[in-house]
């Protein structure tokens, strides 16, 4: 079974610093996806970024990259030149047996001004 | 193009009434799903569905019931609510499922059930 871990229940971040948000997985399959998510105040879920187990590079979109480390089971996200908007719930998934994402428990990003 | 959209945005229900939730996607997805997030967790797979007329149980499906009549549409149903139900209910739409496909979800429905 699949299992997502997100040790980090707050943090922090100056803004236009860079912040890790961290997130570990366990899983049995060779192939998978890890997807983050960004949940703002508002409710809604807004897709980041994806990163297949297969992909040799890390994945980037904007200001976000994942940090992937396959041997470690890591999937960290980097949120280069943090912004007041970035402030929000952010989740680390991991693709399911049954087509389904399985989300970790959140960490929830506040930027300071 | 709409995207996924849910329907009702709230609501409010006593112990042991019945609703119905509808989402629907324009998207021509095949599989489509309904998670509820509760406080301090993230989304819970309750039902899902790989094509039109098919149904199957996610993590926490007692007390649900799903119907897929038509492609776009994945309606989640509970037959006598209790408290335990008080969520935030997401449904989300992918083109073939993961590993590699992006879900698109729904606005979300809150409900509370008193």
């Known amino acids: 079974a699949q299992k997502i871990t997100q040790t980090q229940p707050g943090m922090f971040v100056q803004e236009k610093e860079a912040v890790t948000l961290d997130c570990t997985y366990d899983t049995s399959d060779q192939s998978y996806g890890l997807f983050w998510y960004k949940q703002p105040s508002s409710g809604e879920m807004i897709f980041l970024i994806y990163q297949g187990s297969y992909d040799e590079q890390n994945a980037t979109e904007g200001r976000y990259s994942l940090n992937f480390q396959k041997a470690r089971k890591s999937a960290n996200l980097v949120i280069s030149a943090s912004q007041l908007g970035d402030s929000a719930m952010y989740f680390c998934?991991?693709?399911?047996?049954?087509?389904?994402?399985?989300f970790g428990k959140g960490t929830k990003l506040s930027v300071k001004p | 193009n709409a995207g996924v959209t849910q329907t009702p945005k709230f609501r409010v229900l006593k112990t042991g009434q019945s609703m119905t939730l509808l989402c629907a996607q324009d998207?021509?997805?095949?599989?489509m799903y309904w998670y509820r997030q509760d406080p301090g967790m993230g989304l819970r797979l309750i039902h899902y569905?790989?094509?039109?007329?098919?149904?199957a149980k996610g993590e926490v499906p007692d007390g649900y019931n799903v119907s897929r009549l038509k492609k776009q549409n994945f309606l989640l149903g509970l037959e006598s609510a209790a408290p335990s139900q008080t969520s935030v209910y997401f449904c989300?739409?992918?083109?073939?499922?993961?590993?590699?496909?992006?879900?698109?979800f729904g606005p979300g429905t809150r409900l509370t059930v008193t």
């Open positions: 998207m021509n997805h095949e599989y």
């Open positions: 989300a739409s992918s083109d073939l499922g993961v590993p590699s496909y992006e879900q698109y």
């Open positions: 569905s790989v094509g039109e007329g098919t149904t």
């Open positions: 998934a991991i693709g399911g047996s049954q087509g389904n994402l399985i």
